[in-house]
């Protein structure tokens, strides 16, 4: 049985278990004890609707090269029991830095506490640099290209990049040189096109790395202690 094929099996389980809920809560009787287990049962039909409804968006997506066993995946785990949304970009405070960068300098990192992920010569921590790489194969797999356009920024080029757009703080889309989550090299920056965008967006907190930064999609850092 193919992805799409067990996709459509999955609405369909969904689908029978919606009606099984409708049929008990039509045959309630008026009574308020009775009436109370009908609205109890009620409230439980919205969710499998909703997993429905998600199976039935994921099911086109092979078509587009995306794996509908992805997509509906990622839709189910971010459906918690609380109903909790996903963490907006603005609400990350300062990250949490990995045992193997304490006592080192923000933009002055040894050579060996970076790893080169493969692309031209980005580099990360290392431990982001293999979460990184396990994330792009499960990108390719789902048909996605991750293009790295930045990643690790020394001091000195922090303080290129704040010249030539400006500090976030003053409108620009630079942090303080000595501050920003490149010199860390738990920062990336990736070349966006909506497929790629879409993907992480579902799927990115699985391998530890957030959208962290308002007015930046592209930018995503990995703090899995956040997540």
Known sequence: ???LARVEARIVDVQSRIAQMSGRRSSATSSSSTSAVSESSGASVSPFRELANAATRSAPSAANGLSPLSSFGAFTSSVS???AARRSPGSYSTITLPTTLLGMKNGR?????????????????????VAFRRMETAAAHDGVTLTVSDSYRSLTEQQQTAASVGL??????AAVPGT?????GLSIDIDLDPRAQRWLRANADRFGFAEDVVREPW????RPADL
């Open 168 to 173: 976030y703080r003053e409108g620009g889309l």
């Open 1 to 3: 049985m193919d992805a």
């Open 219 to 222: 930018h995503y850092t990995y």
């Open 109 to 129: 990192l040894p050579a060996v506490a970076l790893e080169a992920i493969g692309q031209g010569e980005h580099r990360l921590e290392r431990t982001a640099a």
């Open 81 to 83: 029991a609380t109903g």
């Open 180 to 184: 920003s989550n490149h010199g860390w």
